[in-house]
């Protein structure tokens, strides 16, 4: 799925930011948008509309959610390439390849455990017998 | 390593620590400033301990946010996996090694609790008393190697119990396309203050790994936070999602404790009482802020650990198809330049 966005969008954040924005989504979509819009935002089990309201104002604002806004961090990886279909490609080959080095360290370390603690337990257990 | 199947996979939801800590019955005694706080000189006996250590996940390192936690007794990192990495530190392999609890990490499904007893067993906070059971299994384990410590914690058949009081209810939140169809395991650093040096425990790695001496006069947690904020940046950069959570003293049963002391004061009738009705009800406004607090957790959590990739991609389609983009852009920016492509993923 592409979309296609000015290339303002992707360089400077304070148009990012006002693009996606509290205004927009008030003046520019629709209700039936908003309403779609809506389903994609996280559902609480009280005041489930105004919590989603409050959730919309915080994302809108640049507020922290954990470890920075989520527009924040998105424009951050559009200008970094991430969503760039080449770039995407590579990081994810590179992502795949280091979660296989971290498999094999994991069995690397593993192996090496076993062999410690039968020896240590050996050991033990002949010191507890003297 | 035979074993495995008989610890359960549990959640790293910061609730679900929390009980697990009140599940192997740590006590905590309430603040010694209370004991000389008390009017009319009367004593209050010291053994009456108060269940209480609990367990908060942290969203920022913004000291402000540390601030309503404290005070933090160890802070833990959990993540699904992680490239290997080269420690910050130094390798603890002296005699330092006889006084700090640190096991390897032998079952994976007891990482958690692994993570949290690492805090416990190591913590000197006055406030902090273990219970008999753990003070039991640390006597009995102490002088043993790192890799034997970890073989007794996967053996202890009281660990055990408690860890699989709490049965998976969910996976983990973390990638649930992945953790379905790999067999990854999760990891845990915890990171904490032992006699006045930062120290990280690591149960992949060989031993603690020392941070450097604590100032005096400052916050632990000054100490730890730039180095939190480097491993943060890493595994954002890596798209490794994780967790940060505090093992901290619960407030709430802290202030019950007190006021079923206050209560025994009135009920012996030996003092004038105006005073502790007072101070009764302010410890139950304090109770109800807290409370208040946790509540407003709960809502918080739903909030911040939401996936808003799609909702981002989404409000982006519909502006694009459109063409309302480049007229948004053209009012705050001029004319819009060249036309880029994203990809959706």
Redesign the interface.
């Known amino acids: 799925?592409?979309?296609?966005?000015?290339?303002?969008?992707?360089e400077?954040l304070?148009?990012f930011m006002?693009?996606?924005s509290a205004d927009?989504w008030s003046t520019?979509?629709s209700e039936s948008?908003r309403k779609?819009?809506t389903k994609?935002?996280?559902?609480?089990p009280?005041n489930d509309a105004a919590?989603k309201s409050?959730?919309l104002r915080?994302?809108f604002n640049g507020d922290?959610?954990?470890?920075?806004n989520?527009?924040k961090?998105?424009h951050k990886k559009?200008k970094g390439g991430r969503?760039?279909?080449d770039i995407?490609k590579y990081i994810n080959l590179c992502?795949k390849a280091?979660?296989r080095?971290?498999k094999c360290?994991?069995h690397i370390?593993?192996t090496n455990?076993?062999k410690?603690?039968l020896i240590?337990?050996q050991r033990?257990l002949q010191t507890a017998s003297m | 390593?035979s074993g495995a199947g008989e610890w359960c996979l549990i959640e790293s939801d910061p609730g679900v620590f929390t009980e697990l800590i009140k599940g192997f019955g740590l006590h905590l005694l309430g603040p010694s400033s209370w004991q000389h706080d008390i009017a009319h000189g009367i004593r209050v006996n010291s053994d009456a301990c108060v269940k209480g250590v609990q367990v908060e996940e942290l969203?920022?390192?913004?000291p402000e946010n540390f601030e309503n936690l404290r005070p933090i007794h160890g802070l833990i990192f959990l993540f699904k996996?992680?490239?290997?990495d080269e420690p910050q530190g130094s390798l603890v392999m002296d005699n330092r090694l006889d006084k700090i609890f640190f096991a390897?990490q032998?079952i994976n499904n007891a990482c958690a609790t692994q993570a949290i007893l690492s805090i416990l067993l190591n913590c000197s906070h006055p406030n902090l008393e273990l219970g008999k059971d753990l003070t039991t299994f640390k006597e009995f384990v102490m002088t043993?190697?790192p890799?034997?410590k970890?073989?007794s914690l996967s053996n202890s058949n009281v660990i055990r119990s408690v860890h699989n009081s709490f049965a998976r209810q969910q996976m983990f939140e973390f990638d649930q396309k992945a953790a379905s169809k790999d067999d990854d395991?999760y990891h845990f650093v915890s990171y904490m203050p032992i006699e006045g040096r930062l120290y990280e425990l690591d149960g992949?790695k060989e031993g603690p790994i020392d941070h450097g001496q604590i100032p005096t006069e400052t916050d632990w947690l000054d100490v730890v936070r730039p180095i939190l904020e480097k491993r943060?940046q890493k595994y954002?950069a890596?798209?490794i999602h994780f967790n940060l959570m505090a093992v901290m003293s619960d407030r709430r049963s802290k202030y019950q404790k007190r006021i079923d002391e206050i209560n025994q004061l009135i009920q012996s009738g030996t003092m004038e009482t105006d005073d502790l009705h007072s101070e009764i009800s302010k410890l139950e406004l304090l109770i109800k802020d807290e409370q208040n607090k946790m509540d407003r957790y709960k809502?918080e959590n739903?909030?911040?650990?939401?996936n808003?990739?799609?909702?981002?991609?989404?409000?982006?389609?519909?502006?694009?198809q459109e063409g309302?983009?480049?007229n948004?852009?053209e009012k705050?920016?001029g004319k819009?330049?060249?036309?880029?492509?994203?990809?959706?993923?």
């Open positions: 799925q592409m979309i296609e966005l000015p290339e303002q969008m992707n400077d304070s148009v006002s693009v996606m927009t520019v979509l948008q779609h819009l994609f935002l996280p559902t609480f009280e919590e409050d959730t915080h994302l922290n959610f954990k470890y920075g989520p527009l961090e998105f559009l969503f760039s279909p995407a992502r280091k979660h080095e971290y360290q994991q370390y593993y455990l076993l410690e603690i240590n337990r033990i | 390593m969203w920022s390192l913004d996996w992680k490239a290997d390897k032998v043993f190697d890799a034997t970890g073989l395991v992949l943060i954002s890596d798209e809502v739903i909030r911040r650990k939401h808003y990739l799609p909702f981002i991609m989404e409000m982006l389609k519909i502006l694009a309302k983009l480049v948004l852009v705050v920016n819009p330049k060249a036309v880029q492509q994203a990809l959706v993923y």
